[in-house]
């Protein structure tokens, strides 16, 4: 699928405009550089719900920026994919390693971020960002069951309410796709429905390399199939009956990166109901936002990089419990 330059300019190419576009706004400060690259009616989906309109998105970046004024990301992966000739659908992996100053200490703080977003014509129309904001309680010393206690899950609206797609390789949330890689994108599918959902786990060793790395929540890198079934196992204890559904889906092959990686847009939907992990038990739904970006070398995953918030999902069963804040808190 041909793009047409209307796309990216004024950068070379959509990875180029996306790397150049988050320096500007979140290392350079310039949040007013927003009003030129959202639409006035964008859309972000985030952990703890949607944000609806530009406005709220150059009021949340305030927020957080002055939250961590050190803070510098750069990016790990762009996995972009093209949405028509004049869009396209990108899948930014951003990596920070920042020092805090947390009363008169030095801390330093790695974690990821993904953004999902999908860009027509040069302008945002719609995003899914999720954080690692486990990694920052974690490695600043907070308790992230207290962290959870000062954020509301506000809810979803717009596409996330929508039913997942009949055949994402055709056509994701963002859009009609090129039928590219398809082999790659249907094993990862595959993959995800067999270990993920069906918890077939003894099926790791058919999809990933032995020497596999999974690097997810928590900034805690995860090596060996025997172990990677044991972190997917802890992430759905407490939802026993969890199902994964894929919303989107894109891929992009540059040596800059590895080789070819599959970025997979998530939601896990289950009850909390079994492994009491984060305070007593609700009965209730929840709903995780994640993106995966999967490597794949000769037809096989060899890493996976996780993100989701698992201080965001907290605060969803604080919600369910009704001991969450009353006010409504910065979900950008």
Known sequence: ??????????????????REVTDRIWVDRDIDHIVENYEPDSIVHTSLGTVAGRDGVIEGSTIRMSEAPGHIGQAEDVVWEARGNDAFLSSHLVFSADEHLVEGRHLRIRKRTVANCLY????????????????????????????????????????????PPNDVLLRGVSGARPDVFRPECEMVLEFIDEVWTRRRLHRVNDFMVRDLFLHTTGDRTV?????????????????????????????????????????VLWTMHGTYRGVPAFGALTGQPVTVLGVSQFLIQEGRIVKEVRVYDEVSLRAQINAARGDGPQVEANIY
Request: aromatic share 10%.
């Open 223 to 263: 090596i060996r199939p025997e172990r990677y079934q044991s972190d997917l196992l802890a992430m759905v204890g407490p939802f026993p009956d969890a199902r994964f559904a894929v919303r989107d889906i894109q891929t992009n092959h540059s040596p800059r990166y590895a080789g070819l990686r599959v970025a």
């Open 1 to 18: 699928m041909s793009l047409d330059p209307v796309a990216y300019l004024p950068y070379k190419d959509p990875d180029d405009f996306i």
């Open 120 to 163: 027509r014509r040069g302008r945002m129309v719609e995003e899914w960002v999720v954080r690692d904001d486990l990694a920052d309680c974690l490695q600043s010393g907070q308790d992230p069951d207290e962290a959870a206690r000062g954020l509301t899950f506000q809810g979803y609206t717009g596409s996330m309410l929508e039913e």
